[in-house]
């Protein structure tokens, strides 16, 4: 096991890691789905989901996680999915099989017919939770164990904005041709001679084709294949222990180009342009692109926010204040 390196969000935000014992893979604490699991919206398990399989921690001072932090009541009517991996997480046999959106629009994550991330017990936790642990196994197409299915077709001609807290664990090699993407769209046909007419694509992560690690956003549809993209830290120069997190936001605008920020700091914007695409297949956490090469995530995901709207920066400097409080960064 490679030591544990710091969380990064896609517009997403982390902090100090509790030293409360974590027990299973959304576990606080010690409590369970039988202590009161939160399924869709918090309103209890989610349907054929099994008794332990999420865990819903206490408000109080002593459970890490502030369960009852609320999103901010920003950009009303324009939250579309909110993935939060101290509840609505369903693990079994060590492996996240559903991840229930909160937002009330029924938006889950799920392992579909491969296997989802790990619900790890030890190192991967953030402030007393466990968070789903993507580890990018096996060697050889398709890359699509330890990832989940999310489709993204309900961003298709909107702006959007994204947030997503994680921790980066490994890097592919340097100016190589594998990158690790924490959530994007499917492109529908590598050579298809719509592109890009057809609509940019949703590609949020980590690209190394430039010889370091570079936090990136692109317009995949090969024909071009430009993006956005901005050096960060390699994760081995980052400290060897849980608890340095960063957040990410994409955001994207009509006519605009997509921008990129981590923790609250623009990272690049520019690149690929023309406003939100029009034709956006499919969609996964933990990949992006397609299957036949790799661009899986190695690192954990603690939660992801997702709007159709481009928020302004006082408006996401809301969101990163919550993602502080919610896992006390």
């Known amino acids: 096991m490679k030591n544990a390196r710091a969380l990064l969000v896609v517009v997403v935000e982390l902090g100090v890691v509790s030293t409360l014992a974590p027990l299973g893979c959304g576990s606080v604490a010690g409590k369970s789905a039988a202590d009161g699991g939160a399924g869709h919206d ?10 332990d399989a999420a865990a819903v921690p206490d408000a109080s ?30 693990c079994l046999n060590g492996e996240v ?31 007393g939770v466990n968070l789903p642990y993507f580890s990018a196994p096996g060697t050889t197409a398709p890359f699509v164990d330890e990832t989940l299915d999310f489709g993204l077709a309900f961003l298709t001609g909107t702006d959007y904005t994204i947030f997503v807290v994680e921790r ?16 994007g769209t499917d492109v529908p046909n590598d050579l298809n001679p719509a592109c890009p007419a057809a609509g940019y694509q949703i590609n949020l992560g980590y690209v190394y084709y430039d010889g370091f690690p570079a936090l990136n956003y692109e317009s995949v549809c090969y024909r071009p294949f430009s993006g956005t993209r901005g050096q960060v830290p390699a994760a081995a120069a980052l400290p060897p ?4 997190v960063d957040m990410l936001r994409l955001a994207q605008a009509t006519a605009a180009s997509p921008t990129v920020w981590q923790n609250g700091v623009k990272i690049n914007g520019g690149g690929a342009s023309g ?31 997702i709007f159709d709207a481009a928020l302004t920066d006082t408006e996401a400097q809301q969101l990163l204040a919550y993602f502080k409080m919610h896992w006390h960064l």
């Open 61 to 90: 001072p002593d459970t890490g996680v502030d369960a009852a932090a609320p999103l901010p009541a920003v950009a009303a009517g324009h939250l579309q999915a909110w993935l939060t991996a101290d509840r609505g997480v369903t």
């Open 241 to 244: 222990s849980p608890t340095a």
């Open 168 to 183: 980066r664990w490994a890097d592919r090699m340097f100016g190589g041709g594998s990158n690790e993407e924490l959530i």
């Open 275 to 305: 406003g939100p695409g029009s034709a956006f297949v499919g969609g996964s956490i933990g990949r992006a692109v397609g299957v036949d090469a790799e661009n899986r995530f190695q690192g954990d995901i603690a939660e992801i926010v």
């Open 42 to 51: 918090g309103s209890g398990g989610a349907a054929g989901a099994p008794a």
């Open 97 to 127: 099989t559903l991840w229930a959106d909160q937002s009330g629009n029924h938006r889950d994550a799920n392992h579909g017919s491969h296997k989802g991330p790990q619900c790890p017990s030890t190192l991967h936790a953030l402030a």
